[in-house]
């Protein structure tokens, strides 16, 4: 067995990417690996790879690059490729790149152990991009920690049935899998006693949950409903088709279930849904955005969109622009298109030229960011139960998420205050978050910070 060696884990991507980078960790320190924050002297540097866009992509071949220069200072390194690039580019990758002594697909978890003994003991360059064959259930349970974070996330299946034509994850991921309800409430339950409130279950098209089984996401949420001690529950990415009438009503009369949805629309116009292979109308979506606000009036809808889709005109634009427009979406990820190799969109010759898709992108995010940041900006004055999770980036405040998935800095909350629930009074707001104080806190703690107490408002 290797051990005494240490590692460095660099996660890109989402959040299914920051999962399997902790059941990594998980896997390689229970084979005697440390973990190291600190690449530069780190013995095993693996990057967990995103390659959903071209962008993501490039960031990961440009790191690849910086990280030689280590190699060439100190040849017993070993450095790895682990996550979707590794599954797309596989072989390819590992030819191209000299550095590189392995490469692993997401299926590969498990056997990393095993694929960094061979490189350390038969000194051979690794390629294991095998993908699960086999039925419609897989078992992964979480591995067992003395502490979670107060938000955590839980994946609960994998794969994707859907083949949109400009999406690589069915070609990298393979197929959909579930987890059985059983094993999943087990982990909700193990990640509640350790600390976390909060749990977001994770998969890449979660509204077809256990499909081929008995088992559904309607299923799946009244049993975590039922978890003592847990606050909170959410679910992310739904797909508007399969978005079900049981599934949209649960925002109505599921009490730990958040108020906000992730509803992916892509394209306003029906044209280029279709072409996209999305399998509904604009009108469709449209509905079911009703239907959630009949439900839960409040809900906050977030959304992606892709711009510049191959062969799509002026018109379809707008249709798109009317689409934000009509939802007023509380959060929006807006992109240009940009073609993965081996996807059918990638045989579309109409590409739009890309100063067109610029210039889209800037006026979809004029619309979009301009209904977010008048919702965010409504909110002041107002009160807001947030889930304090940790400090912010630059260490200054800590921050939490309200119900509605908004980020919320606390300028005057305490260490005390993380995992805890409390009700902040938001003070200030941008397009990307929210800022106020806990009203909870001690008079004293308010005036603390210099650049906390010239801006307290009036008691
Ligand atoms: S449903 Fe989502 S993950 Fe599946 S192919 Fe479409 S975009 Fe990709």
Redesign the pocket.
Known sequence: MVSDKSIYIKTFGCQMNVYDSDRMRAGLEKNGFRPEPDVRRADVILLNTCSIREKAEHKVLSLLGQLRTLKDRDPHKVIGVAGCVGQRMGRALLQTIPALDFVVGPDAIDRLPGILEEVYSKGSRVVDTQLDGGGRVYSQPVPSAAWARPAEFLTVMKG?D???SY?I??FVRGREKSRPIAEIIADVKRLVAAGAKEITFLG??INTYGKGTAETLSQLIDEADRVTELERIRYV?S?PRDLNEELMSQFGNTPKLCPALHLPFQAGSDRILKRMARFYTQAEYLAKVERLRHYCPDIALSTDVIVGFPGETEEDFKQTLHLLESVRFSGAFLFKYSSRPGTRASHFTDEVAEPVKEERLERAQEIAYGWIKKENEGKKGRKEKCLIESLDKKGSYYMGRSLSNKVVHVLNAGAACLGKIIEVEITDATVASLKGYYVGAPKVSRQMDPKISASVPPA
């Open positions: 994707c859907h083949f949109c999406c994850v069915p890449q098209n990415t797909h």
